[in-house]
């Protein structure tokens, strides 16, 4: 495990909300979590959740057009999982976003900055940050239960 990511989930595990306990939290991100298995959820249409559908503005500003969403979410585990994803993903696809966090809340812009434009790779970047949001309500619905 690399050192930052150790960090980040000191950093969780400071603010562990008590609703997934930390052993829970690592076992899911490492993938060793039963989180989804045949014992617990039959199909996705048994999951008890209503993910609004994806809520993407498009801005016009002095820098040019711009994507823009705001996330909202219910604990600090759920958020702390969208941004390190949100980065992850980020890295992967060598194209990255403006993140704004307030408190339970994410502002996201997304840009292709040489061109001030939105691009076939920013709409493919927004439906991938709505892919990881839809994982954190997920995950907040299976623990709730």
Known sequence: MSLVLH?????LNEHADPIMDSQTYNDLIHGRS???????????E??????????????????????????????????????AESLKLQERVNHHCVM??????????IQTKSLKEVTELDLELSEKLNDIYEDTQYFHSVNSR
């Not at 960090?7 to 950093?11: A, D, E, G």
């Not at 704004?100 to 812009?109: A, N, P, S």
């Open 34 to 44: 039963n989180i989804g298995s045949q014992s617990e959820v039959q199909s996705f």
């Open 100 to 109: 704004l966090i307030d408190e339970l809340e994410v502002q996201v812009k």
């Open 46 to 83: 048994d999951v008890p959740i209503d993910v609004a559908k994806a809520k993407w503005e498009y801005l016009q500003t002095t820098d040019g057009q711009t994507l823009f969403r705001k996330f909202q979410f219910i604990n600090f585990q759920t958020l702390f999982f969208f941004i």
């Open 7 to 11: 960090k980040m989930i000191s950093l």
